[in-house]
């Protein structure tokens, strides 16, 4: 039986998104000296699972160059497996008494992906350069900020948003950098193509810098706890990341460059979580 045809790859190419953002979760329970809901971890990486498959199955016209391998998936699986995640990714926030989080993500999900209309008039929110990665950012920054938020921490909720709202819009960027040959074929202005990939490249830097600032700043006034670890590794990585990271990796002879993209940003809170686990911070 052949597993890896193009609907297989459609219904675990968000696999592992949903896995790393669930343990972004597990992370911001860290940051806050919060003792980790499992079942909300859980349930966040079915919500992100559903959210980024529910995207990817509606389809669109850059896909056709930038995920050739979906090419001839069947999409009505991918929605119902997508259906099935969220559904179940909100019970489970509904079990643990958590309402407004995972109906946040699935309305500016389905918004993103469709658009919003009024007549003949239309706002696309793939369509402006960085719009889609601010919403990207906004939307999951901001679902875990809530989450937090409804243990009582404010204040560690407001920066933990700030936090991953900047780390996972510089994600989202990094992953456009390889989409730029479909995104000009679709007529996307994303920032890679607005910038070129120095610009940007300087762009995310200086957002990392700033994004890690907030971290030592909530530290020193006592709204995280001494997360050293967390800060060095966190740093070190995206930025080596920003740096080095070469959209001709993708198709690179090397296992370890084609990898590179998806280690250093969808490993990175793998290794944070092992460090939680292992490391006294």
Known sequence: MRLKTPTFHLLNSSTLVGFSGGLRLY???????????IVLVVAASFIIYGTYTLDRSLGHKEDQINRRELSGANYSAGLAASGFAIIVGTLLFFSEYVFVPPLFPFMVGFLYSRGIHFGGWEIKLKGGAGVKNMVIGITWGGTIGLIIA??????????????????????????????????????IQTLPVCLGEQKLKYLLFLLCVIQHLMIVLAIVAGIFVHVTVFLIYSWGVSSFVIIYYNPKFESDASWLRRKFRIIGINGEPVALFGFSILLPY
């Open 27 to 37: 992370l911001a329970y860290v940051l806050a000296g919060i003792i980790p809901n």
């Open 150 to 187: 409804a243990t009582g921490h404010i204040a560690a909720a407001a920066v933990i948003a700030l936090f991953f709202a900047f780390k996972l819009f510089i994600n989202s960027t990094i992953f456009d950098l390889k989409d730029v040959e479909g995104d000009l074929s679709a007529g």
